[in-house]
């Protein structure tokens, strides 16, 4: 019954900006998907959501979602966080015009 | 033209004071999201992927030029220069910041517009045929009905808590250009045997998980029971509706499966209460809106100018032959401008071509402009002398493009490149589909073909109705794209077949090649439209053309 649990972030939309964010492992938030912490055990990951939700005048609808680690910090594995990360593809706007 | 009256005024300025205090508290930490994102979308504001969203509302798709350039001044002050015609008459800005939302819909309010959202389960916006008060095929301009049912639905006591949220759309013209089938309700406009005009009055159409084509309840009623006779539909609705299944609450499930026949037993004996209790006391509102509607002073033209232009410009007669509609003055044409140059997001105008578009309103169609579901700008009153002046003026904003009703006049949701909900992206698919076809050099020789695209089941991109429906999916990870043929979205409405198994985004634009290839080649001739030649031959030519290599399997 039980599914393997599958390595997670931390991830929400900022309030002010409105635009993604990555929870850091210093209990901050990011605008780098890179600096985000990777959780490898469901317990922590769960933990940390509960920190993210009790923060509701930085971020808005805190998730978890899957991603994996990359050379530079946490990478997404689906398409989604993938372009979360980037912003819209018809424009170059959002946080591929920010770097 | 209609405008807002005081209370209308006073109700919208009091809404952005309110909603200036709870932004305020929002940010203060005062309010909590989930005290919060109510009142939010209330106010047309949605969290997406990147950003906050605002949605404006255009009451049936109609903007006074003063209008149009408000909204280029609020795409350029805090948003990222360019706004998002939707399928729903809208316009959405996708950069605001929180704290300037109150600021924007202050701005709106200076032109007697809005972003209040009549969300829940209630009746929204109604939606209208966007060549409404110009067409040439118009029995009536719909917009003043329309008017009325907005008046009559906004804060009904009765009809706060539906089963499900409730659309109507309305056209004046048999000719069905506002998706009416579609619809929870849907008003044509036709005229009886005696030559009166009266509505056929359609239920239970709708796209989404579960598409269907709206049921004719009544072949014809007339004009004046337009209320009584919706109040009565909305009110069986409203008991008869499921409300223990989210995915069954729409009229389309009730109606079907209670029945047309018996829903409209039911509907026909609650009419005669309704229509007592109105006792005709709505007409003195409508014939007073009726007037606020009066079309404009239309004035004598000599048409030999445009004719001459014609003749003389292979460009100029392109253009004409393909995005002009006849207006019922002859003198007059009603003009489409395209947002839909290949390579550009549909729907998309930037600041500076809301600017240009609203000046030429002034300047050449009576300070009038539409909005149109299919994501395009209409100048609904162009005296035919001036066209070549406005062709010239459109050229130099990139805004000529001579595609109308095309194949690279594409319907396209915002999909996964702004929408939360999306489970694909549309954007990308559409603008690589114009762009081939653009190469092609083909588009004119094909003809009539409506392209449609949807970046998830939710269908705001009318895939279903699509001549070639588009739905963008989710599959193990990877984005797929199911191909839907058939669909129509006219008076002669039909949902689309699936044609297969999906295909992935880098082969989704040679498939819809190999499609339209493999129609040239069986049509009866180019009179035959993609649309006549799948009616008269069935899904088999088609299938074969989109999957080669399983023709002997299949
Ligand atoms: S169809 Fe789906 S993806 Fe497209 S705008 Fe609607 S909800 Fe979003």
Redesign the interface.
Known sequence: MSRRFTPKVVTA?A??????VWLRADGGWSRDMHDAQLFEEEELANEALRHALAQ??LV??AYLADAKAGPEGPVP????ED??TR?????H???QAEA | MYRYDDFDDAFVRTRVAQFRGQVER????SL???EFKPLRLMNGLY??????MLRVAIPYGTLRAEQMRQLGMIAERWD?G?GHFTTRQNIQF??????DVPDILEALADVEMHAIQTSGNTIRNVTADHFAGAAADEIEDPRPAAELLRQWSTDHPEFQFLPRKFKIAITGSPNDRAVVKAHDIGLRMIRNEAGEPGFEVLVGGGLGRTPMIGKVIRDFLPKEDLLPYCEAIVATYNLLGRRDNKYKARIKITVHENGIDTFRDLVEQKFIETRAAFGGADQELLREIEAAFAPPAFRAVDTAPFEAAREADPVFRAWADTNLAEHKDAGHAIVTISLKKPGA?PG?ATAEQMRVMADLADKYSYGELRVSHEQNIILPHVAKDDLPALHDALKSVELATANLGLVSDIIACPG???CAL?TA?S??IA?EIAERFEELKLEHEIGELKLKISGCINACGHHHVGHIGILGL?RA???NYQITLGGDATETAAIGERAGPGFPAEEIVGAIERLVLGYLDVREGPEETFLQAYRRLGPDPFKAALYPDTKDAA
């Open positions: 939309n309030l002010l900006e409105g635009d993604a509701p005048d808005v609808g594995t689906h398409f989604r372009f979360r912003g819209p593809s018809n424009y706007l959002g946080k | 929002r940010i203060d930490g909590t999201e989930d969290l997406q992927l990147h950003a906050y990222e360019y996708n950069w605001p910041k929180l704290k997001t998309d996964m490149d702004y999306a992206r954007i990308p603008q989710d990870g990877v984005e």
